[in-house]
C-alpha cells in the first residue's frame, strides 16, 4: 500500500518499520491512502509485541502498543489504532487512528458497530459488553478489501469505559 503524510512534515513516511524511532513517538500525523482512496490519521507507536496488518492495538499512556482484545481490555476506555503492515516486538512505526482503516476482522457486516473480542488484534461485530469500540463502525463487510479483513471508518477509537 503507499501511504505517505500530507500534513506538511515533509520526509515523513507512514509505512515502514524501524529499530530505532525516527520521529518522536505520539507524533500524529495526516495522510493519503491511495489504495483505500482516502485520508487518515496516523498515530506513531512502538510496538511492544508482534504485530501483524490490520489488527487492532491498545495504546497505553507511553504510546507503546500492545494487541487489543476483550479479556485484557474491557471496560478501560484506552484508545485503539489499526497496525498498517507486520511489526516486531520493539520495532516503531505509525497505526491508523482515523479515517478508513484496514482490519483483522471476524464475519461482520458493513454498517455495524465495532468489538474486540477474544482473539488478540482482531475485531467483530458481535456485541460484547465493555468491548464496543467507540467512534468506529464497519464500512464494508468482511472480505473487503481481503480475505479476513473489512474496512473500519474511525476517528480516534476507544474502548468503551464501564457504564455504572
Known amino acids: 500500500m503507499a501511504r505517505y503524510a500530507i500534513d506538511g ?59 487489543a482484545d476483550s479479556a485484557a481490555h474491557a471496560n478501560d476506555g484506552g484508545p485503539i489504532g489499526f497496525a498498517l503492515q507486520a511489526q516486531a516486538a520493539n520495532s516503531y512505526g505509525f497505526v491508523q487512528i482515523g479515517g478508513k482503516a484496514k482490519a483483522k476482522a471476524g464475519a461482520v457486516v458493513a454498517g455495524a458497530k465495532v468489538f474486540l473480542t477474544a482473539v488478540p488484534g482482531t475485531v467483530d461485530d458481535a456485541v460484547l459488553a465493555g468491548n464496543q469500540l467507540l467512534c468506529a463502525e464497519f464500512d464494508t463487510a468482511d472480505g473487503t478489501p481481503a480475505a479476513g479483513f473489512a474496512y473500519v471508518s474511525c476517528s480516534r477509537p476507544n474502548v468503551q469505559g464501564q457504564i455504572t
Open 9 to 67: 512534515r515533509i520526509g515523513v513516511s507512514i509505512e515502514g518499520a524501524e529499530t530505532s524511532p525516527k520521529v518522536p513517538v505520539g507524533t500524529i500525523v495526516r495522510g493519503f491512502d491511495d489504495v483505500a482512496n482516502a485520508e487518515g490519521e496516523y498515530m506513531y507507536v512502538q510496538f511492544n509485541a508482534a504485530t501483524t496488518e490490520g489488527q487492532a492495538v491498545y495504546l497505553d499512556l507511553t504510546n507503546k502498543s500492545v494487541l
